[in-house]
């Protein structure tokens, strides 16, 4: 053994690639290969973090993604920069820099380290209880609160990476590349289906591609030698697509997982130049086979935290793959057969072991013996019960267990060791399979959760499903494929095995001490110091279930999301209440399996392309003409049309004068259309909107407000019926994704008996709006062959009609109050027919305008824009529209809602018009509005919601909503401004034509 602790004997590191790479800013060196754990152990490294709350020492605790201890910073102070990565899954580079995270000043010496000291008085859950009082003291505990929470650092300059996304199709889906994987993959691509292999790791193989064990053998061969060909027969497969350093973040319904395909990760920086860092696969599959394998748990007892206590699976990964020993003098601790595997690659490369505590009593095994000829001492039937050093683990005292298990006896004895593997069995990473909507199963005879009812096409082998043993991983994984493929041919008809391992373990979920508990730290949680006392004590507070307890003591809510610690809990939880494991569950397994990046959630969707802009067919004609634009959800909307150096407010008043006197143009292509067809589509629209649609004929129009559950405004416009089972929806432009949405959710989930079918037809057309008393002369210039009459085309009617041969619908409604017509035309004629209106139009002095001149112009009317004038808590009727509130429907969306006490009320908010004592002074939009602003505290009555100066009126109007606002017309409120009091006065919110006179004008 050499000085760092490096081994010559592995065949999976590169040792003729040295690399040299930083940790808190010390020069290490390591090989092509390496992950930073690895090289970081070989370089007598140990000590690599601190807790989150008493800032004890850690150190690399496993190999994988389920590390809770080494959590790192990458590149701090730099673009690059990531915090909370794992030091087990970081694969070094040249240049690579990491440091610890939660330390200050520096990992060896963190003043945070006092809060060990403190512990008595930090229990879980004191932050509840602490600072509630005296409530004045919060904003001095709120400083020092944020000042100690999170881990890491976030970055403060822009991702360079590129990441993107990518959608993937096939037949079957096998996750994880261990013993099970391979000979599922290699089965399904064999036998004709589409086959995509993914696996974590950088190579395939899982933890039997560095199994040499004499103990561990197929049809003959050692399992490592068995596998290799297997592999290589694999990678020839045309059929089999295979991903590594691809790690399957969720498991979504009807087989639709998520997968993070890492790519330049492991190369260095100047090497990852245009390339991209990390893909997003979104992958859709018929089949899904999980093969994750399990996760070895610790042992839970006093002490079992300090720098240098390693799972035993890790110490083996680490000399066998790696060629690292993590110490010198090692002792294992193990209730199962599995740390003797571990013990047979130590001694294979000459490494000292000073002991094996095992807590049997009875051990039967030919490795247990194996390891008995080498002079290893094993203490059988004892438990460590404490265990010493700061910075790294120097010594271990044991003791004798009791048959029961439940207590120790005897002398205590101490062990000097610098490395403790512990081994407690295994848990099956069921993580994604729970994700997919799978139920689980208890299996008392091991202690293991398994699944149960799958949710869809999908199966688990190997030890994720329960299957530890060797050769019943291989006879149950080829039994289970068979039958779920339904396939004969199998090249695996005769494979034997041989594995000297026992299947025997001894599980005690808290192991005793000499100390009474209040004495002890046996952490369960290591990342966020949650200690078996703590659980205990949660209990004691009255909590039961596993998520209430999880949360109290925050077992399970580190970044490894309590992949080693929460099967524990839940033991703990079930001896102390003395109730069966099964029946408390187990905590919600919720995605991502691992941490993502946000670059690889958002892939090229950022910056620039962070949302797209929608622009309409005439959107290059409003570009030309100087338009001003504003957003409206993505769309770029014409705002207003300054001429001569004009500001918005001119623009808009020149605009408005405009469109009442004589013309104006609008594009409001960006209405949300939506085709709706079927033989229930008048039903359907029934129980949509408030209003009937039965009786409506062909050819009309009519306008309907739609509602939430809850009786509240959610979206309104006008429907025009096209045929007897066809009829096309105009939404709000911000709206139409939300309610498409949410009609497809009625429509798929509450009323899948109706023949209704739903088509966005947004971009489909553009849709220019002529209104004023000329825009019928305007629009019989553009369609000379159209009867503009009233008598043949009377408002809230449409025509089918041509201009120039194409196609269109004209449909007379209005949004202005004004003699209007709306052209829908198909999109890439929008621009022309605009041009050929404009031109019609010239002799009308026919003026553009845009969104801030349609707003004047409604709110002249009292016409509403939901979700301005709205806020989701206002009903019809407290909007003033009880007359769209159909009484003789048996039912729509919201109407029971419309009745409770609450929404009947007379003092709820309502729409009500307001008028300015002096008329020139417009009302800043969100104002509040009160009745007496001597009466302290004040009562805030309601808030303006709608404010402008109407040239067409020669006074400024506005909407708000007021308490009781029905009620009060003719009276005076306040607005309380920052520098003064505006006086209002309540008025009908109708402030133009409310006779509906300008609707029809004569040719």
């Known amino acids: 053994m050499t000085n760092n602790l490096r081994f010559k004997t592995s065949k999976f590191i590169d040792e003729t690639y040295r690399v040299s790479f930083k940790f808190n800013n010390k020069t290490y060196f390591g090989f092509k290969g390496d992950t930073l754990a690895s090289a970081l152990l070989a370089n007598g490294i140990h000590l690599v973090g601190r807790s989150f709350k008493y800032h004890r020492p850690r150190g690399i605790m496993t190999s994988g993604s389920e590390e809770p201890n080494a959590i790192i910073q990458l590149h701090d102070n730099s673009s690059r920069t990531e915090p909370n990565v794992r030091a087990t899954e970081v694969e070094i580079y040249e240049g690579l820099v990491a440091s610890s995270q939660n330390c200050w000043p520096s990992v060896n010496f963190d003043i945070g380290g006092i809060n060990n000291l403190l512990s008595p008085i930090l229990p879980a859950g ?134 993070r395909e890492n790519l330049t990760d492991h190369l260095p920086i100047n090497q990852r130049e245009n390339k991209v860092r990390q893909r997003l696969l979104k992958i859709r599959a018929k089949k899904v086979i999980t093969a994750t394998g399990s996760i070895e748990r610790p042992l839970i007892f006093d002490n079992n935290d300090r720098p240098g206590i390693l799972l035993s699976s890790a110490i083996k990964k680490y000399i066998d793959l790696y060629g690292v020993a993590c110490g010198e003098n090692n002792i294992l601790f193990t209730n199962n057969d599995t740390a003797y595997e571990t013990a047979m690659s130590l001694i294979q490369r000459g490494i000292k072991i000073n002991a094996i505590i095992d807590n049997r009593e009875q051990i039967d095994s030919k490795i247990s013996y194996e390891v008995e000829k080498n002079n290893i001492k094993i203490y059988k039937g004892y438990t460590v019960v404490d265990t010493y050093g700061y910075r790294r683990i120097n010594k271990i005292s044991i003791m004798k267990l009791s048959k029961d298990g439940q207590t120790v006896i005897g002398d205590k004895t101490k062990l000097n060791c610098d490395c403790l593997g512990l ?146 809990a839940l033991g703990i939880i079930s001896e102390t209440v003395g109730t069966k494991m099964g029946e408390h569950g187990t905590t919600t397994f919720r995605p991502p399996y691992t941490p993502l990046t946000f670059g690889t959630i958002v892939g090229r969707n950022v910056g620039e392309f962070f949302d797209i802009f929608r622009r309409t067919p005439i959107h290059d004609w409003h570009v030309a003409n100087n338009a001003e634009f504003e957003n409206v959800g993505q769309w770029k909307r014409a705002w207003y049309y300054p001429k001569d150096n004009e500001n918005m407010h001119q623009a808009v008043q020149r605009e408005s004068k405009a469109a009442r006197d004589s013309a104006g143009i609008l594009d409001a292509s960006t209405l949300g259309k939506i085709d709706i067809q079927g033989t229930d589509a008048s039903e359907f629209l029934n129980r ?37 089972n066809h009829y096309i929806m105009t939404t709000t432009t911000g709206g139409a994704a939300n309610v498409l949405g949410k009609l497809e959710d009625y429509l798929q989930t509450e009323w899948p008996e109706l023949d209704v079918y739903l088509s966005s037809v947004t971009d489909h057309y553009a849709t220019i709006s002529v209104c004023g008393p000329n825009s019928k002369k305007i629009v019989s210039k553009v369609i000379p062959d159209l009867d503009l009459s009233d008598e043949k085309f009377p408002h809230m009617s449409f025509k089918n009609a041509k201009i120039d041969n194409i196609k269109c619908r004209v449909m007379r409604i209005s949004f202005t109050g004004e003699h209007s017509y709306e052209i829908n035309i198909q999109a890439n004629f929008g621009k022309s027919v605009w041009e050929k209106c404009m031109e019609a139009g010239k002799d009308f002095n026919i003026t553009p305008y845009g969104t801030e001149t349609m707003h004047l112009l409604r709110a002249e009317k009292g016409f509403i824009i939901v979700g301005q004038d709205t806020d989701a808590t206002l009903t019809p009727i407290d909007l003033q529209m009880d007359w769209i509130v159909s009484k003789k429907k048996y039912d729509f969306i919201g109407k029971r809602s419309l009745y409770r006490s609450d929404t009947i009320r007379e003092d ?25 602003i001597k009466k302290s505290p004040i009562e805030m009555l309601g808030h303006v919601t709608s404010s402008y100066y109407s040239p067409n009126l020669g006074k400024s109007i506005a909407l708000g909503v007021v308490k009781g606002g029905k009620n009060m017309l003719g009276q005076k409120l306040i607005i309380p401004m920052e520098n003064k009091n505006i006086n209002v006065t309540v008025a009908d919110p109708v402030f133009l034509d409310k006779e509906g006179k300008r609707l029809n004008v004569k040719l």
């Open 908 to 932: 709820r908010k309502q729409l009500v018009g307001l008028l300015t004592d002096n008329p020139e002074e417009v009302l800043e939009e969100g104002a509040q509005i009160v009745a007496d």
């Open 423 to 568: 081994s407690g069995g295994w848990t099956p990473a069921v993580h994604l399979f729970t994700q997919s909507g799978g139920k689980l199963k208890f299996r008392e005879e091991d202690q293991v959760f398994i699944p149960n009812f799958y949710p869809s096409d999908q199966i688990s082998i190997g030890s994720c499903n329960g299957d530890f043993g060797l050769e019943e991983i291989i006879k149950n994984t080829l039994s289970s494929i068979k039958k779920f493929l339904d396939i004969d041919n199998s090249e695996y008809k005769t494979v034997e095995t041989i594995s000297g391992l026992n299947q025997s373990k001894r599980n005690i979920w808290l192991l005793p001490s000499d100390k009474s508990i209040g004495k002890t730290k046996s952490f369960v949680d290591y990342q966020n110091d949650a200690t078996a006392k703590d659980i205990k004590l949660a209990l004691r507070e009255g909590f039961r279930s596993i998520e209430h307890v999880k949360r109290y003591t925050t077992t399970g809510m580190g970044t490894d999301q309590g992949k080693l610690g929460n099967m524990h």
């Open 126 to 259: 004191f932050y509840y209880k602490t600072f509630m009082w005296p409530a004045s003291f919060w904003e001095k505990y709120e400083y020092f609160i944020r000042k100690s929470a999170g881990l890491g650092k976030s970055p403060n300059v822009a991702d360079p990476d590129i990441y993107e996304h990518n959608y993937i199709h096939c037949d079957v889906l096998v996750i994880g590349a261990g013993i099970s994987g391979i000979i599922a993959a290699k089965m399904a691509a064999k036998n004709g289906f589409k086959t995509l292999l993914v696996d974590e790791k950088s190579y395939l193989g899982g933890s039997s591609i560095y199994d040499n064990s004499e103990f561990s053998k197929i049809n003959n061969q050692i399992t490592s030698s068995w596998l290799e060909k297997e592999i290589n027969e694999i990678s020839k497969l045309e059929n089999l697509e295979i991903k590594i350093r691809t790690s399957v973040a969720a498991f979504h319904g009807y087989n639709f997982l998520l997968a």
């Open 688 to 724: 949509v909107y408030t209003n009937a649609w039965s009786k409506l004929a062909v050819g009309k129009c009519r306008y309907g407000l739609m509602l939430n559950e809850d009786g509240m405004v959610y979206d309104d416009g006008v429907t025009t019926r096209l045929g007897e």
